[in-house]
């Protein structure tokens, strides 16, 4: 089945902790992106990935880092989170950039306290 | 730079009532997607349809329609005879090359409620 799989769905943690936020997809993408979604601002996006090794920034990218080492995974890692960065997180991939549709994964709720 | 509008915060109507979503955007390029993605109280984010720009012949789906206008930068969904399992939240989105590359831009969304 072709999908985009997010781990962990939920998430509580600590300012300061660092975490990793996977995600995989099994089509063979080459774009993937994350979004993060809050109230009465609609999806937003942190970062994007064309290919790769080949990563940029997108709307909201501060406080957070990514990589693409293999073309299926394209981890979230928050380096020290903060009370902000609570939300719910998305990740997408696509067959190219944004000419084509999106396939979201299921989400992430992150709570940092 | 891009900009997807959707006006409408929340829309409540009553089951078998037509309803129509909102989409106004703005771009620079003559090149461009517009889609509608789903996101039922479940949470998952569903893709619905994909327009380019050259591509103004609207778009009929079962009860769900989409009307494409260039003329005023609008890319409007309709729902017929809405029914229960439409309550979600809607999001439109447009993708050009103004930074170079193609990255989709999200309006903020529309929550539908449809009441039985």
């Known amino acids: 089945e072709a999908q985009v799989t997010q781990n962990p769905r939920y998430l509580i943690t600590v300012t300061g902790k660092k975490l990793t936020v996977t995600c995989s997809q099994n089509m063979n993408h080459e774009y993937m992106s994350w979004y993060r979604q809050d109230p009465g601002l609609g999806l937003r996006q942190i970062y994007y990935?064309?290919?790769?090794?080949?990563?940029d920034k997108g709307d909201v990218p501060e406080g957070y880092k990514v990589s693409r080492k293999e073309k299926r995974n394209f981890p979230l890692i928050l380096e020290s989170p903060s009370p902000n960065q609570t939300s719910l997180y998305f990740c997408?991939?696509?067959?190219?950039?944004?000419?084509?549709?999106?396939?979201f994964g299921p989400g992430t709720r992150l709570t940092v306290t | 730079a891009q900009k997807v509008t959707q006006a409408q915060t929340e829309i409540s109507v009553v089951e078998k009532e037509d309803v129509t979503l909102d989409c106004v955007y703005e771009t620079r390029d003559t090149t461009y997607y517009l889609f509608w993605y789903k996101q039922p109280p479940s949470g998952e984010l569903v893709f619905l349809i994909r327009r380019n720009s050259f591509d103004e012949q609207n778009e009929i789906s079962g009860r769900y329609s989409w009307n494409f206008q260039k003329s005023t930068s609008s890319f409007n969904f309709t729902i017929t005879a809405s029914q229960v399992v439409d309550s979600a939240v809607y999001f439109c989105?447009?993708?050009?090359?103004?930074?170079?590359?193609?990255?989709?831009?999200f309006g903020r969304g529309t929550s539908l409620i449809v009441h039985p």
């Open positions: 997408a991939s696509s067959m190219t950039s944004g000419r084509s549709e999106q396939y």
């Open positions: 989105a447009l993708s050009d090359s103004s930074g170079g590359s193609y990255i989709p831009t």
């Open positions: 990935s064309m290919n790769v090794e080949v990563t």
